[in-house]
């Protein structure tokens, strides 16, 4: 029997050198194309780990206020809680009695606006200095700000002027985006919630909660202005939400401490 199983007409036609030359310039193409590519790629990440960056980015919980416009009015005696004249929410001009003391003490309302919450009831005794109650004039997007708390131990890198994104709990981030801001001010000592920095937070249950796990570092942060928007302010894309934000919207603030060049993580120091 014939071990060769091959046509003796195609070893032959295989084996001519017109064949073999067209079988070397396919390979050759082949190999070509391959290393162009395989090029390209390493070119294209070349550059960008020397031209590209990487955020490198801390994240605490956070609260919308606008302590210029909504503010605690305290009690300027030790004594009596006689009358309560206003209900919360109940809109006042400035002048308006709004809470009768004992020794023939009046407490006016310091300027047009509503009363945002009332702390105490009648008869109930108080101290001086003691909150009475809430008070919210209209609030401008120039006076809001976002109160940050960052962990102790990442918050001691964070320098006044860096960029933040601010993750509003009430706002659709998928539709609207993330509400833009720098760092105004980082407080020179952390905070816990009986800090006196945090008593422009009305709730005592919120303020635990922001610095639950210990001491914090508070970031103030400026929201950006876009006098555009409905918010008047701006936004990471779109136009933001179609309605006002207000005081007490509570979210994630996301701090962009640097921005690092993928080659640094190769070769420190570049």
């Known amino acids: ?18 064949q073999l030359s067209k079988l070397l310039v396919v390979v050759r193409l082949k190999g070509w194309i391959v290393l ?17 960056q990487i955020p490198i980015i801390t994240t605490g919980n956070g609260i919308l206020l606008a302590p210029d416009a909504q503010f605690a009015i305290n009690s ?5 809680v006689e009358e309560v004249l206003v209900k919360t929410n109940q809109e006042v001009s400035i002048g308006t009695p709004l809470m009768r003391l004992s020794k023939g003490i ?12 009332i702390d105490v009831g009648e008869g109930q005794p108080i101290k001086v200095g003691q909150v009475l109650l809430w008070f919210q004039t209209e609030i401008y997007p120039t006076e809001l700000q976002v109160y940050g708390f960052i962990p102790t131990q990442v918050g001691e890198r964070i320098k006044q002027g860096m960029h933040v994104t601010i993750d509003l709990h009430a706002v659709d981030t998928q539709k609207y985006g993330q509400l833009e801001g720098v760092v105004k001010q980082v407080a020179p000592y952390a905070v816990s919630a009986t800090s006196a920095q945090l008593q422009v937070i009305p709730s005592q249950q919120v ?12 970031v ?7 006098p555009q928007n409905k918010s008047g302010l701006a936004w990471t894309f779109g136009k933001g939400p179609p309605d006002p934000l207000y005081p007490g919207s509570m979210g994630t603030v996301r701090v962009t401490l640097e921005n690092k060049r993928p080659i640094s993580y190769l070769i420190p120091g570049i």
Do not use: Y
Not at 1 to 18: C, G, T, W, Y
Not at 36 to 52: F, N
Not at 220 to 226: E, N, R
């Open 106 to 117: 009046s407490i006016p309302a310091p300027r047009n606006g509503k009363v945002f919450q």
């Open 1 to 18: 029997m014939d071990q060769n199983i091959f046509r003796h007409s195609a070893v032959e036609k295989l084996s001519s050198p017109s």
């Open 220 to 226: 103030i942060v400026q929201p950006k202005l876009d």
């Open 207 to 218: 303020r635990e909660d922001l610095t639950k796990g210990g001491s914090m570092e508070l």
């Open 76 to 80: 300027p005696i030790e004594g009596v």
């Open 36 to 52: 162009m590519t395989l090029s390209a790629i390493i070119c294209v990440v070349l550059m960008w780990s020397v031209t590209g």
